[in-house]
Structure formats: structure tokens, C-alpha cells
């Protein structure tokens, strides 16, 4: 069973949001700066690690630099300090390799997101299909992807849809771009 990119995407780019308050906890001193930085790593590497994602060991990777630090053995130095300016000197690496991960998820999405307007325009066009606000919306969903998936003439794109999303994630997107002013 695939993945869900629909979901991927949304958790990559919530984390990608949640980034600017770690920097503005570095510019500000915040004194819990390292345990955010930290606590936010870590849910990175569970999103990738659920995801069967590689990156996740660089993720890792970054959290055992300034983990280091924490056992330095030379006299006189501030572990907490040191921890501090290596995971600031860190931050940008961190946030670029989850941007690099994102980027082909999000415009493999985009791509099917601009396939399935098309085909709900195509759909809509048929007038078979017809939406009244009595009907459950997750039925309707579930009937005009059975219709595309049927339809001898939109079925090419449901194919090519199926073949890089999950069901979940097609009847996500569909959910997402359906204006049912089109199916009243």
C-alpha cells in the first residue's frame, strides 16, 4: 500500500512553518533554544522515518553534532554554549535538507492536483453526475472517482493518477478541487 504523499506534504510543510520560531528562539537567547531544536529534529525524523525516507539519518545526523557537544572534555568550556553554536551553525542545513525532501513531493502533487481539475472539468462536462446538498460529500467524492475511473475517455487519467497516488490521496485532492457548483 502507498504512502500518503497528501499527508506527507502537509506534515513537511507544517514543520517548515513551525522553522521560523526556532530561529527567532536563537535570536532572542531563548534559554530553551537547544530543547526546541531538538524536540523539532525529532519529529522530522518521525515524519521521515514513518515515510520510509533516507533523510532521516541526516536529520539524525544533525541532532548527534550538537549531542556531541554535550560530552566535550576540554577544560573551561561551556557545553551548553558550544551545543548552542553548533546547533545554530546547523539551522540552515537542517531546514534546506526537509526543503529538499518537500520540493519533489509538493510538485509531484501539484502536477496531480492540475490533472484532477482537469478531469473534474471533463467530468462535469458529461452531466452524469449530479450533486444536490442532501448527499453525503465523502459519497460523492467516492462516486465521481468510480465515474473517472470508469469513463472510457477519462480513464487514461485516472491511471496515471493511480500510478503515483494512493486512493486516499487522489480522493483527498479530489475533495480539495471539486466545486460542486459545476455538479449541480
Do not use: H
Not at 532572542?28 to 539519518?57: A, G, Q, R
Amino acid at each position: 500500500m502507498k504512502k500518503s504523499q497528501f499527508i506527507l506534504v502537509s506534515q513537511l510543510k507544517e514543520k517548515l512553518q513551525e522553522f521560523p520560531d526556532i530561529v527567532s528562539s536563537l535570536e532572542t537567547k531563548d534559554p530553551y533554544f537547544i530543547e526546541k531544536t531538538f524536540s523539532w529534529l525529532k519529529s522530522v525524523e518521525d515524519v521521515f522515518s514513518t515515510n520510509n525516507i533516507s533523510e532521516v539519518s541526516e536529520m539524525a545526523g544533525f541532532r548527534s553534532k550538537v549531542l556531541t557537544a554535550k560530552f566535550s572534555d576540554e577544560r573551561g568550556t561551556n557545553i551548553k554554549k558550544n551545543q548552542i553554536k553548533i546547533a545554530a551553525g546547523s539551522l540552515y542545513n537542517i531546514q534546506n535538507t526537509v526543503l529538499n525532501v518537500l520540493m519533489p513531493y509538493e510538485q509531484r502533487m501539484n502536477d496531480c492536483r492540475e490533472m484532477i481539475k482537469q478531469l473534474l472539468v471533463l467530468a462535469a462536462q458529461t452531466k452524469k453526475l449530479e450533486y444536490n446538498k442532501e448527499m453525503n460529500f465523502d459519497d460523492f467524492i467516492k462516486r465521481v472517482w468510480q465515474y473517472i475511473l470508469y469513463d472510457d475517455n477519462l480513464r487514461a487519467g485516472a491511471v496515471r493518477l493511480k500510478s503515483v497516488l494512493s486512493d486516499m490521496d487522489i480522493t483527498m485532492l479530489l475533495a480539495d478541487e471539486i466545486d460542486l457548483e459545476d455538479f449541480s
